[in-house]
């Protein structure tokens, strides 16, 4: 059962749009003047490996499919403005130009940022925090003072309220692309080799060791040589007879939407879902227990959630921005400070920080030796 269609458009060539469900937004009637307050979504480059990048350029860019103004403030190393956005998604690319222009009409603006970031660096008129993580699960503040803060899950706003803050409201997306599972189904070939996956990339990264799964498993990796790209690593939870997790990630949806069963192993920083509340645990057991819940239920069930989910994201997503609109308008435009585009950037830095208080400094090499990974995989890709 399919809750989703693609359109195809030419431009220099044919290009896939993001795929509208059934619950697509269906009002997109926004009343904007030349001064109407304007949004800036500040993140990384667009990967397809991070739900949380992922997240808030689909963000930015269901904010244009409703009608408001919408643009993404990249921040982090860059080759060009092609090479930072998603051609598919609506997501243009904030420039000096278009800062400059919103201030000479006297337009205010809203910045959203994700809770890893500190503060107001584009120097916006309105700030939302949108919570993608538990907060300060590596560090960091577990307090923000923004004008606004929101969280991704319903698990994240009980997380955030459980540490003494009021109870916020909840954007969720479905960061997983219907098209490109039922693609990878199409073109799946059965193998013979029928090993069990592990990930635990951030586990790692933070000093973690998993246990001894057996020698029949192939543990997935991001920046490596030999990490598999997007279609190696579907077809991989395709063969797969089980998913062995130690941390939340899209790979556990992803795997839920495939029908490959998934096993998660609690840690001190893994004990719970952060969609659980939104997508459900169809097919998801922990530690030792048995795998019951057939292959066919499992899919059924989560594509029926997945559906449910968009409804509510676009009413959600529609009522917070009128919110946000009406708050900005209260307030003087200012001058935007662009973001950087250098490795090392006060964001970075700051993230740093954070992690040295919390983890100490093997932590912090740790995860900046992933990110060199990254930085160097993605210029020589």
């Not at 109407?36 to 997240?55: E, Q």
């Not at 940022?113 to 503040?141: M, R």
């Not at 098209?179 to 193998?191: G, K, M």
């Amino acid at each position: 059962m399919l809750f989703h269609t693609r359109i195809f458009q030419s431009r220099t060539s044919k290009k896939l749009k993001m795929f509208e469900t059934s619950s697509q937004p269906q009002d997109r009637s926004e009343k904007n003047t030349a001064n109407t307050p304007v949004i800036y979504v500040y993140a990384p480059k667009y990967v397809t490996w991070s739900a949380g990048i992922r997240a808030l350029h689909y963000l930015c860019h269901s904010l244009n499919e409703l009608g408001f103004r919408s643009w993404v403030a990249i921040h982090g190393p860059v080759r060009g403005k092609e090479a930072s956005v998603n051609p598919d998604l609506d997501t243009p690319f904030l420039t000096r130009a278009v800062a400059d222009e919103h201030l000479h009409t006297n337009t205010s603006t809203i910045a959203i940022y994700p809770e890893s970031v500190d503060g107001n660096p584009l120097n916006a008129s309105v700030t939302v925090k949108w919570i993608l993580n538990f907060p300060g699960l590596l560090g960091g503040e577990t307090h923000y003072l923004d004008d606004f803060v929101v969280a991704y899950s319903l698990v994240l706003s009980d997380s955030y309220a459980k540490v003494g803050n009021e109870r916020i409201p909840v954007i969720f997306y479905p960061v997983v692309d219907l098209y490109e599972l039922d693609r990878s189904v199409a073109n799946f070939r059965e193998t013979d080799q029928k090993r069990k996956l592990l990930y635990c990339q951030k586990f790692r990264a933070l000093g973690g060791k998993p246990a001894d799964h057996g020698e029949d498993i192939f543990e997935v990796t991001r920046f490596q040589k030999g990490s598999p790209k997007r279609e190696q690593l579907l077809n991989l939870i395709l063969n797969a007879p089980e998913v062995i997790v130690y941390e939340n990630s899209t790979i556990i949806t992803e795997a839920q939407l495939l029908g490959t069963p998934v096993r998660c192993i609690s840690n001190q920083w893994f004990d719970s879902l952060i969609a659980e509340e939104e997508l459900g645990s169809y097919g998801v057991v922990w530690n030792k227990e048995a795998l019951e819940m057939s292959k066919s239920v499992s899919i059924e069930l989560t594509r029926q959630r997945y559906a449910t989910a968009m409804t509510t994201f676009y009413n959600e997503l529609s009522k917070n921005a009128r919110s946000w609109i009406e708050e900005a308008e209260l307030h003087k435009a200012s001058r935007i400070r662009l973001p950087t585009s250098s490795i090392i950037s006060r964001h970075s830095l700051t993230r740093a920080l954070s992690l040295f208080k919390s983890q100490g400094m093997g932590r912090v090499m740790s995860f900046g030796l992933r990110y060199v990974q990254r930085v160097w995989r993605d210029r020589n890709s």
